[in-house]
Each structure stands twice: as structure tokens, then as C-alpha cells.
């Protein structure tokens, strides 16, 4: 069974950095896109990042793009979200993913983790 757990949010000023880690377990996730996904108050759940793991081919939303950065370590079966120059609409839980195939469309996703908050303040 695939298991999924977040870490690393927390409460950041506007113009802040905070790295996300999601580490992986239950299967060997060679094949795999893993994703970031988030969720703000009253919204629907949106696409962030992608990453596959066995080429490292990366995708951002275009909100994120220039700012996030996805990544992984394959020794940790762990993937990462770094994030720069946060804004207060950044604020949202933010969900780790995996699939077999890319979509941006969550509700194509079984596998989520738990979720960590990120709070930026202006």
C-alpha cells in the first residue's frame, strides 16, 4: 500500500522560503509521477508540480513557475518542494501525490498524503 507523508510547512512572511519533503513508501515508484497538489480555504484542490521519477522530467502550474522548484532523491524514495518568493496566495495545504501516468486533474489521483499547512503573511 502506498503511503505518503508530508512535512516542512509552517508559518512564513511574504517573500519567504519553505521546502516541502514527501516521503514515499509501499511500492517501488520507478515508473511514477509524483505530484504536489494544494488546497485553500473554499477552493478546489489545484495542481502544482510534477515530477517523473525516472527521467526527473519536471511540471509546474504556471502560477508556481520561476518560484517552485520539484525535485528527488531517489536513495530516499523522497521528493521535494522547494519553495521561493511565497505570496500570500500560496497559503493552502499542500498534498503529495502518485500516479502512473501525469494528469493535472486530481480527482484522477488515489494516493494522497496527509497534507501540511503553509501560512504566508503579508
Known amino acids: 500500500q502506498v503511503q505518503l507523508v508530508e512535512s516542512g510547512g509552517g508559518l512564513v512572511q511574504a517573500g519567504g522560503s519553505l521546502r516541502l519533503s514527501c516521503a514515499a513508501s509501499?511500492?517501488?515508484?520507478?515508473?511514477?509521477?509524483m505530484g504536489w497538489f494544494r488546497q485553500a480555504p473554499g477552493k478546489e484542490r489545484e495542481f502544482v508540480a510534477s515530477i517523473s521519477w525516472s527521467r526527473g522530467s519536471t511540471y509546474y502550474a504556471e502560477s508556481v513557475k520561476g518560484r517552485f522548484t520539484i525535485s528527488r532523491d531517489n536513495a530516499k524514495n523522497t521528493v521535494y518542494l522547494q519553495m521561493n518568493s511565497l505570496k500570500s496566495e500560496d497559503t493552502a495545504v499542500y498534498y503529495c501525490?502518485?500516479?502512473?501516468?501525469?494528469?493535472?486533474?486530481?480527482?484522477?489521483?488515489?494516493?494522497w498524503g496527509q497534507g501540511t499547512q503553509v501560512t504566508v503573511s503579508s
Open positions: 509501499g511500492r517501488t515508484f520507478s515508473s511514477y509521477v
Open positions: 501525490t502518485a500516479r502512473n501516468e501525469f494528469t493535472t486533474n486530481p480527482g484522477q489521483y488515489d494516493n
